[in-house]
């Protein structure tokens, strides 16, 4: 789960292939060798999970970031954002350092970083990235960067990973060189998501089931709330909550919260009475990851409309357990919910950015009016409100 929310640069505006290939022109003076697409990406439950070693359910969104590339020789990375300011950021491949807090390019350098620093032989590059993941929405727009970014280098330099090990390598640039703790759901999910399916992963072990997920063919739609409230977790929230189920994981003597069973939950939460702040940390992720399964389950037997109580109680768990929602978040939510939602939670790393919101589809107009009427009458700016269809993970644009 990435805990930054302004990595990646947007255009805010539609964009495609060409669009991007003929900036790249542009801006470097040639053609590029080729486009590469990212997608950002919706969790439908298995929240804060993942850095736990325990169970997400992300689906990739339309919504992608696409980068135009190709190779150098002399050893420079030089970088260009069609949504930033401040021209091409020319890097020595050489000269790359962990660098916190240094902006967008280092989301994309990190990865040229950490490719290296696997042993993989990555030359320089030069990218133009143009995105239309709306940053500070908790919808993993840094992810998307850095898959487009590991994607584009994996095929210039016919280096032959995998995805999942992009994923892997787009983890540690995003912790090693931007400092940020992330987990590893958002890399997978932009590099292993499919269309039309949510993905079920197990984040120990990286095992991944793709799970059909076909809303409109059971009259359903999936509303995604961007609540337009910014957040920044990099400032330590994020690592706070990370720090404290680590705490609670040696208290219990396990490897990870993952290992407390759910049958075994009122005995766990005994055991830390003296720490109430972590207590609650640990009955989220276990209860949270008890409702993935659950999720699943309902997804496997065909009940798509019974996972909408378990997205409100993950919800409830975030803001009340976790605390990291916010008077926007449980504003859509609630409102949702009354106006007739099956069911509706906050995702993404927290403090401010989206909620997700199941409904019939005929309610989802009437849905949508009351949470954007519900902002209006508590002096919010207007949410932005589109629907969630499952996509495709990263791919080379043709």
């Given at each position: 789960?990435?805990?930054?929310?302004?990595?990646?640069?947007?255009?805010g505006?539609?964009?495609?292939?060409?669009?991007?290939?003929?900036?790249?022109a542009?801006?470097?003076?040639?053609?590029?060798?080729?486009?590469?697409?990212?997608?950002?990406?919706?969790?439908?439950?298995?929240?804060?999970?993942?850095?736990?070693?325990?169970?997400?359910?992300?689906?990739?969104?339309?919504?992608?970031?696409?980068a135009?590339?190709?190779?150098?020789?002399?050893?420079?990375?030089?970088l260009?954002?069609?949504?930033?300011?401040?021209?091409?950021?020319?890097?020595?491949?050489?000269?790359?350092?962990?660098?916190?807090?240094?902006?967008?390019?280092?989301?994309?350098a990190?990865?040229?970083?950490?490719?290296?620093?696997?042993?993989?032989?990555?030359?320089?590059?030069?990218?133009?990235?143009?995105?239309?993941?709306?940053?500070?929405?908790?919808?993993?727009?840094?992810a998307?960067?850095?898959?487009?970014?590991?994607?584009?280098?994996n095929?210039?330099?016919?280096?032959?990973?995998?995805?999942?090990?992009?994923?892997?390598?787009?983890?540690?640039?995003?912790?090693?060189?931007?400092?940020?703790?992330c987990?590893?759901?958002?890399?997978?999910?932009?590099?292993?998501?499919?269309?039309?399916?949510a993905?079920?992963?197990?984040t120990?072990?990286?095992g991944?089931?793709?799970?059909?997920?076909?809303?409109?063919?059971?009259?359903?739609?999936l509303?995604?709330?961007?609540?337009?409230?910014?957040?920044?977790?990099?400032?330590?929230?994020?690592?706070?909550?990370?720090?404290?189920?680590?705490?609670?994981?040696?208290?219990?003597?396990v490897?990870a919260?993952?290992?407390?069973?759910?049958?075994?939950?009122?005995?766990?939460?005994?055991?830390?009475?003296?720490?109430?702040?972590?207590?609650?940390?640990?009955?989220?992720?276990?209860?949270?990851?008890?409702?993935?399964?659950?999720?699943?389950?309902h997804?496997?037997?065909?009940?798509?409309?019974?996972i909408?109580?378990?997205?409100?109680?993950?919800?409830?768990?975030?803001?009340?357990?976790?605390?990291?929602?916010?008077?926007?978040l449980?504003?859509?939510?609630?409102t949702?919910?009354?106006?007739?939602?099956?069911?509706?939670?906050?995702?993404?790393?927290?403090?401010?950015?989206?909620?997700i919101?199941?409904?019939?589809?005929a309610?989802?107009?009437?849905?949508?009016?009351?949470?954007?009427?519900?902002?209006?009458?508590?002096?919010?700016?207007?949410?932005?409100?589109?629907?969630?269809?499952?996509?495709?993970?990263?791919?080379?644009v043709?």
């Amino acid at each position: 789960m990435a805990a930054h929310g302004t990595a990646a640069p947007t255009t805010g505006r539609p964009h495609g292939a060409r669009h991007t290939a003929e900036t790249f022109a542009a801006v470097y003076g040639a053609a590029p060798s080729g486009t590469w697409a990212a997608p950002g990406r919706v969790n439908l439950i298995g929240e804060h999970t993942d850095y736990n070693d325990g169970f997400v359910m992300p689906l990739a969104l339309p919504h992608t970031t696409l980068a135009a590339a190709s190779a150098r020789t002399d050893g420079v990375l030089r970088l260009h954002s069609g949504g930033a300011d401040g021209g091409i950021v020319e890097l020595c491949l050489d000269a790359l350092r962990p660098a916190p807090q240094a902006g967008w390019a280092a989301y994309p350098a990190g990865v040229v970083w950490a490719m290296r620093e696997a042993g993989l032989p990555v030359g320089g590059a030069d990218l133009h990235f143009d995105s239309t993941v709306p940053t500070g929405a908790g919808l993993s727009s840094s992810a998307a960067l850095e898959i487009a970014t590991a994607l584009a280098l994996n095929d210039l330099y016919a280096l032959g990973q995998e995805p999942q090990h992009l994923a892997r390598l787009a983890q540690r640039a995003e912790n090693a060189f931007v400092g940020v703790p992330c987990g590893i759901m958002d890399q997978t999910a932009a590099a292993c998501c499919t269309q039309g399916h949510a993905l079920f992963l197990d984040t120990r072990d990286l095992g991944r089931r793709q799970i059909p997920f076909d809303l409109a063919g059971e009259g359903l739609r999936l509303l995604v709330v961007d609540t337009r409230v910014k957040h920044e977790l990099g400032d330590g929230a994020y690592a706070e909550r990370r720090a404290g189920c680590e705490r609670g994981a040696r208290a219990l003597g396990v490897r990870a919260l993952r290992d407390v069973p759910y049958a075994q939950l009122p005995a766990a939460l005994a055991r830390l009475a003296d720490e109430p702040a972590v207590q609650a940390l640990v009955r989220h992720i276990v209860t949270e990851n008890r409702r993935v399964e659950e999720v699943v389950a309902h997804l496997d037997a065909g009940r798509t409309r019974a996972i909408g109580p378990l997205l409100t109680a993950g919800h409830a768990s975030l803001r009340d357990d976790f605390k990291i929602s916010c008077r926007e978040l449980d504003l859509a939510v609630d409102t949702a919910n009354a106006a007739g939602a099956l069911g509706a939670r906050m995702t993404g790393g927290g403090f401010g950015g989206s909620a997700i919101v199941l409904v019939e589809e005929a309610a989802a107009p009437a849905v949508g009016a009351a949470v954007t009427a519900a902002f209006a009458a508590a002096g919010h700016a207007a949410p932005r409100i589109f629907e969630a269809v499952p996509g495709p993970g990263a791919h080379r644009v043709e």
